[in-house]
Nanobody, 127 residues
Framework: QVHLVESGGRFVQAGGSLRLSCTAS????????MGWFRQALGKEHESVAA????????YYSNSVKGRFTISRDNAKNTVYLQMNSLKPEDTAIYYC????????????????????WGQGTQVTVSS
């Protein structure tokens, strides 16, 4: 059973930056694709970014492309989401997720390919 813990969410002004972290335990982190998802109040779950187990393939949603960067450190069992140029519409609970890296988990970023989810961390961007 993989356990995921996110951290780094907080209140920030528009235009600012945050780095979210997600640390995994209980599984083989280096075998898993990792993804970041978010859910804003009253809105559907949205894929944000994903990264392959080796870190060489990434996916970004159109809404964050060019502003967010996903990365991972397999030695630390941790995946990161660097968020720059934050906008009020980025306000949401951000979740990380892990799934076996079969290719589709990263190329599509679809939540159906992810089996384990963290509890989420709140990001609030004020205008």
């Amino acid at each position: 059973q993989v356990h995921l813990v996110e951290s780094g969410g907080r209140f920030v002004q528009a235009g600012g930056s945050l780095r979210l972290s997600c640390t995994a335990s209980g599984g083989t982190f280096s075998n898993d694709a990792m993804g970041w998802f978010r859910q804003a109040l009253g809105k559907e779950h949205e894929s944000v970014a994903a990264i392959s187990r080796s870190g060489d393939i990434t996916y970004y949603s159109n809404s964050v492309k060019g502003r967010f960067t996903i990365s991972r450190d397999n030695a630390k069992n941790t995946v990161y989401l660097q968020m720059n140029s934050l906008k009020p519409e980025d306000t949401a609970i951000y979740y990380c997720a892990a799934g076996l890296d079969t290719g589709m988990a990263v190329t599509t970023g679809h939540p159906n390919y992810y089996d384990y989810w963290g509890q989420g961390t709140q990001v609030t961007v004020s205008s």
